[in-house]
C-alpha cells in the first residue's frame, strides 16, 4: 500500500496561535481517513494544509506525488489530484448543478460541453441527483447542495478527496444521504480524508482515525480504537457523546 | 429683446447630446481604468494594492474642477498649444469616475465570498477564469445598482465641464442667457433636461436593487 498522503512533523501557526505542533499521519491508496477531535483541535486546518489553501510554516507534506511544502509548488497541478467538500457547499450560485459540474472539466481539462454535461449526469446519477440537473443552488436543500458539492469534485477524477466537516451544517435527516454518498465512494475505492464530528461514520467507515487534540495527532489506529481509548483525552472526547 | 424662443431649444437640446457624449465617454473609460484599478486594489502583490490606494484616494479627494483646469492646463503647459475641449473634458471626466468606479466596483468583488474563490481555486480554474467564469458573474450583479446610480453623478458632473469651454448643457443655457437674460426660464429648462435624463437612470436603479433583493439568482 502506497502513502498517496504523508504529512511529516508539520507546524503551522495564525501569528502567535500555533495550531499544528509536529502533525504527521500518513493515509495509503484506497484508505479512508477520519481525522476527529475538539474544535480548534487543528484538525481543519490540517485538511487545509494538505491542498495548499494554508501554506506551513514547517515539516513536510506529500500528496500524489507533490510537494505541497516546496515554495515552488504547482497548485493547480496538486488541484487536479485532489478534490476538496466544505462544510458550507461552496456551490456557485449563478450555476445550475449541471453548471457546477461542467465549469472544471471545460475550463480546466478542456472537454467538450457534450463529454463534460455526460459526465456531469453521470456523476448526479450517483449522488442521486440526476433529476436535480437544472436547478439553481438556492432550490437544492442543504443535503442536496452538499451532493452535487460531491459530485463537482467527483467530475474532476480526483485521486484523492477531503471533506472539511460536510455535515455539520445539516440535519440529522440530510446527514444520513450525505453519508450515504460517501460510504458508497469509499466502497468505491476511493482515498479519502475526512474531518468530521460523526462518530459512529468513522468508526463504521474509516479504514484509520487520527484523533488530534491541541494541534498534535494524539491518537490514531483503527475505527475500533474509539471504544478502548488509550488516553484520557480520547476517552473524554468519546465519553462525551461527540 | 427676444425672449426665450423654439431657436434656444433647439440649441439647448444639441448641448444636451453633448452631455449624453460626454456622460459615454467619461462613463466607458472611467469604467476601463476604473475597472483595472479595482483589480489593483485586490491584487496580492502589496506595491500593486498601494498604487491603487493611492489613486483612489488622489482622485476622490481632489475637486473634479481642479482636476479639470489641471488637466486643461497642463496638457498646455506640457506642449500642446489648443488642446480641444472635448479631450480635457474626456479625460478628467474620466479619471474621476474611474477613481469612483473603482472603489464601487473593489466593494463588489470583495463582496463575494471569500470561499466561492477558494472553491475555484480547489478546482484547479486558473486566476482568469476564477474571475471571469466564477466571481464576476456574481460581483456584476452586485454592482448593478449602484453603478448606475454612478451613472447619475457623472451625467450631473458634466456640467463642470464648462470651466473649460465645452459646451454642454449647462453651459448652453448660460450663453443663452446671457442673450435674452431671462435666467429663470433658461434655467428651469436645463434643470428639466437634466432631470428627463437622471430620472430614469434613478428609477432603473432603484429597480434594480429591489429585483436584486427579492431574488438572490
Given amino acids: ?242 | 429683446m427676444p425672449s426665450f424662443s423654439l431657436v434656444h431649444l433647439e440649441f439647448l437640446g444639441w448641448a444636451a447630446m453633448w452631455t449624453l457624449g460626454l456622460s459615454a465617454i467619461a462613463f466607458i473609460g472611467g469604467g476601463l481604468v476604473g475597472f483595472a484599478v479595482a483589480l489593483m486594489r485586490i491584487s496580492p502583490f502589496r506595491g500593486v494594492r498601494y498604487a491603487a490606494i493611492v489613486y483612489i484616494q488622489v482622485v476622490q479627494g481632489t475637486p473634479l474642477l481642479i482636476l479639470l483646469f489641471l488637466i486643461y492646463f497642463g496638457i498646455a503647459i506640457v506642449g500642446f498649444q489648443e488642446v480641444p475641449a472635448l479631450i480635457a473634458a474626456g479625460i478628467g471626466l474620466t479619471i474621476y469616475s474611474s477613481g469612483f468606479l473603482a472603489e464601487i466596483w473593489r466593494g463588489c468583488l470583495e463582496s463575494v465570498p471569500k470561499t466561492q474563490w477558494e472553491a475555484a481555486e480547489c478546482l484547479a480554474l486558473t486566476p482568469w477564469q476564477r474571475m471571469t467564469r466564477v466571481i464576476l458573474p456574481q460581483a456584476m450583479r452586485i454592482a448593478t445598482p449602484p453603478t448606475v446610480g454612478f451613472l447619475v453623478q457623472i451625467v450631473k458632473n458634466t456640467s463642470l465641464a464648462s470651466v473649460v469651454g465645452f459646451v454642454e448643457l449647462a453651459q448652453a443655457g448660460k450663453l443663452i442667457n446671457n442673450s435674452i437674460f431671462e435666467p429663470f426660464t433658461v434655467f428651469m429648462v436645463v434643470a428639466a433636461i437634466y432631470f428627463a435624463i437622471c430620472f430614469p437612470l434613478s428609477t432603473w436603479s432603484r429597480r434594480l436593487e429591489r429585483k436584486l433583493n427579492v431574488s438572490r439568482r
Fill in chain 1, 1 to 242: 500500500m502506497s502513502a498517496v498522503v504523508k504529512l511529516s512533523n508539520v507546524h503551522k501557526s495564525f501569528g502567535t496561535n500555533k495550531v499544528l505542533d509536529g502533525v504527521s499521519f500518513e493515509v495509503g491508496r484506497g484508505e479512508v481517513a477520519a481525522v476527529i477531535g475538539q474544535s480548534g483541535s487543528g484538525k481543519s486546518t490540517a485538511l487545509r494544509c494538505i491542498n495548499a489553501l494554508e501554506t506551513i510554516d514547517g515539516g513536510t507534506i506529500d500528496v500524489c506525488g507533490h510537494a505541497v511544502h516546496d515554495a515552488k509548488l504547482d497548485r493547480r497541478s496538486l488541484r487536479r489530484d485532489v478534490g476538496i467538500v466544505f462544510q458550507s457547499y461552496n456551490l456557485f450560485p449563478h450555476l445550475t448543478a449541471e453548471q457546477n459540474i461542467m465549469l472544471a472539466p471545460t475550463c480546466v481539462k478542456k472537454k467538450s460541453k457534450a463529454e463534460a454535461r455526460e459526465l456531469a449526469h453521470d456523476v448526479l446519477r450517483r449522488v442521486g441527483l440526476a433529476e436535480k440537473a437544472d436547478h439553481f443552488p438556492e432550490q437544492l436543500s442543504g443535503g442536496q447542495q452538499q451532493r452535487v458539492a460531491i459530485a463537482r469534485s467527483l467530475a474532476m477524477q480526483p485521486k484523492l478527496m477531503l471533506f472539511d466537516e460536510v455535515t455539520s451544517a445539516l440535519d440529522p435527516q440530510l446527514t444520513g444521504e450525505v453519508l450515504k454518498v460517501m460510504e458508497d465512494l469509499a466502497r468505491g475505492g476511493m482515498t479519502m480524508i475526512l474531518v468530521t464530528h460523526e462518530m459512529a461514520f468513522a468508526r463504521k467507515v474509516a479504514s484509520q482515525v487520527v484523533y488530534m487534540h491541541k494541534g498534535k495527532v494524539w491518537e490514531t489506529g483503527p475505527g475500533s480504537m474509539l471504544d478502548k481509548p488509550k488516553t484520557a483525552e480520547l476517552a473524554d472526547f468519546v465519553g462525551s457523546g461527540l
